[in-house]
């Protein structure tokens, strides 16, 4: 098949290098690429294709408002008019559209904008993608040396990157216009998972209280964390990020995280 695969970074990249090994794999990004350039502005591609797997987005809890429209509707419709192919595969979010936050309700317009294209489509909606690189773990990775967390008690879902990997090259055939569920096969608290990190980076974790009361108020209040932990995302905290419903587990292998 001649797949594009829009976007280079945590994700894209890798299935890119996946679908490599068997299929003629072209990328879209604003730099190093086949095709270069920024998806927020409007742009033509000549070239056919049988599958774009859409994977440009921004993190939870780390931009504001405008960056996530910009970038997760205005960008995917833009692909959507820019590309001609058969089949889109699409990185969402578990329960997006559910959680009053501008990076889940663009995620949630993104899909629909997809849904409503023309093409067939998957959308793959994962929990907590683990591995190098994303930005709430390499975070967490970063304050490993201060030995302390707040015992934040939301809980998680992660499924490793090669196993999400894993499923989204196989449904470049297959599961046309279905909404599919990707979470590890376990949960998590994120203080319990932040333990687990810092252990991995060779330190003991002290997992300071933090009733979730408090969340309403002040999200947390230790100085060394960054975003996302700040009040404006404290509805993507609340939701938590797990599901009853792990389709993923019914198409490929999941291995347990930790």
């Not at 927020?40 to 429209?69: K, S």
């Not at 023309?118 to 709430?136: A, E, F, H, Q």
């Not at 108020?217 to 905290?237: A, D, H, I, R, T």
Request: proline share 4%; net charge negative.
């Amino acid at each position: 098949m001649n797949i594009l695969v829009a976007g280079k970074g945590f994700i894209g990249q890798k299935i890119g290098e996946k679908l490599e090994q068997e299929h003629e794999v072209k990328y879209l990004d604003r730099s190093d690429a086949d095709v270069e350039h920024d998806v927020t502005e409007e742009f033509d591609i000549e070239e056919e294709f049988d599958v774009v797997y859409h994977t440009i987005g921004l993190a939870p809890g780390f931009f504001e408002e405008e960056q996530y429209r910009k970038v997760h509707v205005e960008g995917t419709r833009n692909i959507v008019d820019a590309v001609d192919a058969e089949k889109i595969v699409y990185i969402s979010a578990l329960n997006a559209g559910e959680v009053e936050h501008s990076f889940m309700q663009t995620k949630k317009q993104a899909e629909e904008i997809i849904q409503e294209s023309g093409m067939d489509y998957t959308i793959v909606r994962p929990s907590t993608v683990y591995g190098k690189g994303n930005k709430l773990l390499d975070m967490m990775r970063k304050t490993a040396r201060t030995r302390i967390f707040p015992d934040i008690k939301t809980e998680t879902q992660p499924i490793l990157r090669e196993n999400l990997i894993d499923l989204f090259v196989e449904v470049a055939e297959g599961h046309e216009n279905e909404v599919i569920n990707a979470a590890g096969p376990e949960k998590i608290s994120v203080g319990r998972m932040a333990g687990k990190i810092y252990a991995e980076e060779g330190y003991s974790c002290v997992l300071v209280p933090y009733p979730q009361f408090l969340l309403g108020w002040k999200l947390v209040g230790l100085s060394f964390l960054p975003p996302p932990f700040q009040k404006e995302n404290v509805q993507l905290l609340r939701a938590g990020n797990t599901t009853d419903r792990n389709d993923a587990a019914e198409i490929i292998e999941l291995h347990s995280v930790f």
